[in-house]
């Protein structure tokens, strides 16, 4: 399914094809391109080049994939208990130079999970960013120490038709792609003069 954004200024094409589907084929996923997908979350920028993200991974078939999979809310469980790999998200909150609050930490994992998914975009993967996450949970089930913080979760497979989806839950993936104009989020010079 081609779900590319009919952007209004050029991008590349690995952006404009991203998108975060629902429906995911049960293919796996190799173990050398997840290495590579988590390499270019390795490279991505940080303050003071902290790389403040951690990520706790799990592939279908595996006996933590479940354990993952409970960190999720309800709703993200229904549909991403179908798909090939679970990944959650977690900060370090403190600098390790010094042990001050990092409060760029969520930035930081913000850009390495971009990067992440802009690799698997490249490699006809798809990512699906989650932030409906019982944080508590993670902690406990995988015995996440204090200064950590789970943040996120990102559900990676290659898209596809999943007969075992909920109608509702599958009709998202054709809803129509939307972005607010440039003009309401870049300021030229002043706050709110939108870029022309």
Not at 9 to 24: D, G, K, L, M, N
Request: proline residues 8%; negative net charge; charged residues 20%.
């Amino acid at each position: 399914m081609d779900r590319s954004a009919e952007t209004d200024h050029p991008v590349q094409e690995f952006i404009a094809t991203r998108w975060s589907p629902y429906s995911f084929s049960s293919r796996p996923v190799p173990g050398e391109v997840l290495h590579s997908l988590f390499e270019a979350a390795r490279w991505t920028m940080s303050s003071y080049n902290e790389q403040p993200w951690r990520y706790l991974f799990s592939t279908a078939g595996e006996p933590d994939f479940p354990r993952v999979l409970s960190c999720l809310v309800e709703a993200n469980q229904a549909w991403a208990q179908h798909v090939p790999v679970l990944v959650l998200g977690v900060t370090c909150d403190h600098f390790t130079r010094n042990d001050k609050p990092n409060a760029h930490a969520l930035h930081d994992l913000g850009a390495a999970s971009a990067a992440l998914t802009f690799e698997a975009t490249a490699r006809g993967l798809h990512v699906h960013q989650m932030a409906g996450i019982d944080p508590e949970r993670a902690r406990s089930e995988f015995s996440i120490p204090p200064g950590f913080t789970p943040r996120t979760a990102l559900a990676i497979g290659y898209a596809g038709s999943n007969p075992s989806l909920d109608a509702d839950v599958a009709a998202r993936d054709r809803n129509e792609r939307r972005r607010r104009p440039l003009s309401e989020f870049v300021f030229d010079g002043a706050w709110g003069r939108g870029i022309a």
